[in-house]
C-alpha cells in the first residue's frame, strides 16, 4: 500500500508531464478499487459488531466506539480516510493533466 505522502510526492515531481500524471492516476485508482473491497467487508463487520452491540442494550453512540476501539475498528477508519485521501489525489491530478494539456496548447 502506497501511503498518501508518497502519492503526493509523485505527484509533485510530475507536475507538467500528464503521461506520467496519467500513470499515477492509475495506480491510485487501482488502489482505490482494490482497498474499497477490504473496506466494503469491514463495513460489514462494523455493521454486525453495532448491531450485537445495541442488542446488548448499548447505545449507537457506545456501541460505534467500542467497535473503533477494536483493531478492526482501526483498520475500518484507517482505510476510510485511506480512500477518502485517495479520490482527493485522484482529483487533483485530473486537474494537473488538465493545466498541462491547457499549456501545451497556450490556452491557459
Do not use: C, V
Not at 507536475?15 to 474499497?36: E, R, T
Not at 469491514?42 to 450485537?52: C, P, S, T, V
Request: proline content about 1%; charged content about 30%.
Amino acid at each position: 500500500m502506497k501511503t498518501l505522502k508518497t502519492y503526493r510526492e509523485e505527484i509533485q515531481k510530475a507536475i507538467g508531464f500528464p503521461h506520467i500524471l496519467s500513470d499515477i492516476q492509475i495506480n491510485a485508482s487501482a488502489d482505490f478499487g482494490s482497498y474499497s473491497e477490504t473496506f466494503a467487508k469491514y463495513e460489514i463487520k462494523r455493521a454486525k459488531f453495532i448491531e450485537k452491540e445495541h442488542s446488548e442494550g448499548k447505545s449507537i453512540a457506545s456501541a460505534e466506539n467500542n467497535w473503533i476501539a477494536t483493531q478492526d475498528g482501526e483498520k475500518w477508519i484507517f482505510l476510510k480516510h485511506y480512500l477518502r485521501g485517495i479520490k482527493e489525489i485522484t482529483k487533483s491530478i485530473q486537474t494537473a493533466i488538465y493545466i498541462a494539456n491547457q499549456e501545451s496548447k497556450n490556452n491557459y
